[in-house]
């Protein structure tokens, strides 16, 4: 029947676009949970990891305490990290919390629902890519526990936070996605910490590019104590020079817009990926013409005696 070939149509379109990910007129949406390593390829940027030098600490702090409750059997069940949002929330709040009020700053927990999904959304400068999502913790100007509408703004943000019970090698990749959305966003220069809240506690930062490649740069600490120090010490640099306890010098901490390859610069890959795109769509509802003109546009801008007339 004519319904039953609309609802295998809509079906098909469904799968098409969950499959793809990606949004319309030459956009291809990553979401930060769901990156990979193929993003940074697609960027030209690449993950450097720095050593850390011995430093002492003035105050000890214990390792956060991951819950669980035990069933009927007495088995042990671990609860999630958003089922313990809250616990983890207070627990970094109260280890920083004399930088916190000496800077005027807070920990502010990104909830799911109340615009927080997508907090952390930014369209890549130079490249058909739309990073989206959020994170678990930001630490920004207190000012946004008054007025929440200003949280979209990021007043003064310093630092994100993304938290893993267990840190995986996707980890690594969805909170380098989030730090390159939040620098687009930011207006000062920013860093992002992925940990467990126990032995793993790994910053990171847009350092300097090298042989045309942007530059990621992170340090892991182990120690909670160490940890904090740190972020202490961030939280009183709003400058893109800061020094850090963990490095002999200080670190430079640049924009991702300043390093970023242009799309036509190897963009071809992301051109070959529109237009197939398209004629995947119109294949299944016929010509699209705005979404036509912007994959022309996206050729024309990569033909350098063309991109004058785009």
Not at 18 to 36: F, I, P
Not at 185 to 209: I, N, R, S
Request: hydrophobic fraction near 40%; charge should be negative; aromatic fraction near 6%.
């Amino acid at each position: 029947s004519e319904t039953s070939k609309l609802d295998q149509l809509s079906e098909k379109v469904d799968k098409m676009n969950d499959k793809l990910d990606k949004t319309m007129l030459g956009k291809r949406k990553v979401c930060h949970s769901s990156a990979s390593s193929s993003l940074l390829d697609d960027l030209h940027v690449r993950l450097r990891a720095s050593r850390v030098v011995p430093f002492e600490t003035e105050k000890h702090v214990e390792p956060f305490t991951w819950g669980y409750i035990v069933d009927e059997r007495g088995q042990k069940i671990k609860l999630t990290e958003e089922q313990q949002r809250e616990r983890y929330r207070e627990y970094v709040k109260v280890n920083i919390g004399d930088a916190l009020a000496k800077n005027k700053l807070c920990v502010y927990g990104v909830e799911k629902g109340e615009g927080g999904k997508d907090i952390l959304s930014a369209d890549v400068p130079g490249h058909d890519i739309k990073l989206a999502g959020r994170t678990d913790m930001i630490i920004l100007s207190d000012q946004v526990l008054e007025n929440r509408l200003e949280l979209e703004m990021l007043p003064d943000v310093r630092l994100i936070i993304e938290v893993k019970q267990k840190v995986e090698r996707r980890s690594v990749s969805q909170a380098v996605s989030e730090l390159i959305a939040l620098d687009i966003m930011a207006a000062e220069p920013v860093m992002a910490l992925l940990t467990d809240l126990q032995k793993h506690w790994e910053f990171f930062w847009v350092a300097d590019p090298t042989n045309n490649h942007g530059t990621i740069e992170s340090v892991t600490i182990c120690d909670p104590s160490k940890a904090f120090a740190v972020i202490k010490t961030l939280l009183a640099s709003a400058g893109a020079v800061v020094s850090l306890p963990c490095f002999q010098e200080p670190i430079k901490r640049l924009k991702i817009s300043g390093v970023l390859a242009s799309i036509g610069e190897g963009g071809g890959t992301s051109i070959r990926e529109s237009i197939e795109r398209y004629y995947d769509i119109a294949s299944m509802l016929g010509p699209d013409m705005d979404m036509a003109r912007a994959v022309a546009r996206q050729v024309t801008r990569s033909i350098p005696t063309l991109s004058y007339f785009s």
